[in-house]
C-alpha cells in the first residue's frame, strides 16, 4: 500500500528526493514519516510530517539538510535530502501512522518496503 521510490548512488554532498506513493487507501489524514536502516543497525527515525503538513519533525542528525513534504492530492510523502553524507548510506522507509507526530517505528501501521540510499565518499 507505500511504495517508496528515489533511491539511488549519489556522491556525498549531493542530493536525493525520496517519494512514496500509496495506493488502497487513502492516507491524507494520517501521519507520515520516514525511517532508514544501515547494515547491522536499528531502524532509526528520519523525520514525520503531520497529516495537513501543519507540523514536522526531525532527527537532530537530518535538521537543516532533509525536508519531508507531503502531497494529500497525489497521496503522497517526499523527503529532499541535501548534504548527503557517507554515513546517510542506509534503506530508507516511509511509514504512516493515525494520531500525530511521533518517531516511533512501532507506532506506524504501515510500511513501504524500502528504498537503497548509497552515498560514496
Known amino acids: 500500500q507505500l511504495q517508496a521510490c528515489g533511491g539511488g548512488l549519489v556522491q556525498a554532498g549531493g542530493s536525493l528526493r525520496l517519494s512514496c506513493a500509496a495506493s488502497?487507501?487513502?492516507?491524507?489524514?494520517?501521519?507520515k514519516g520516514w525511517f532508514r536502516q544501515a547494515p547491522g543497525k536499528e531502524r532509526e527515525f528520519v523525520a514525520a510530517?503531520?497529516?495537513?503538513?501543519?507540523?514536522?519533525y526531525y532527527a537532530d542528525s537530518m535538521k537543516g539538510r532533509f525536508t519531508i513534504s507531503t502531497d494529500n492530492a497525489k497521496n503522497t510523502v517526499y523527503l529532499q535530502m541535501d548534504s548527503l553524507k557517507p554515513e546517510d548510506t542506509a534503506v530508507y522507509y516511509c511509514?504512516?501512522?493515525?494520531?500525530?507526530?511521533?518517531?516511533?517505528?512501532?507506532?506506524?501501521?504501515?510500511w513501504g518496503q524500502g528504498t537503497q540510499v548509497t552515498v560514496s565518499s
Open positions: 510530517i503531520s497529516w495537513n503538513s501543519g507540523s514536522s
Open positions: 511509514a504512516a501512522k493515525r494520531g500525530g507526530l511521533a518517531s516511533v517505528a512501532s507506532t506506524y501501521e504501515y
Open positions: 488502497g487507501r487513502t492516507f491524507s489524514t494520517y501521519t
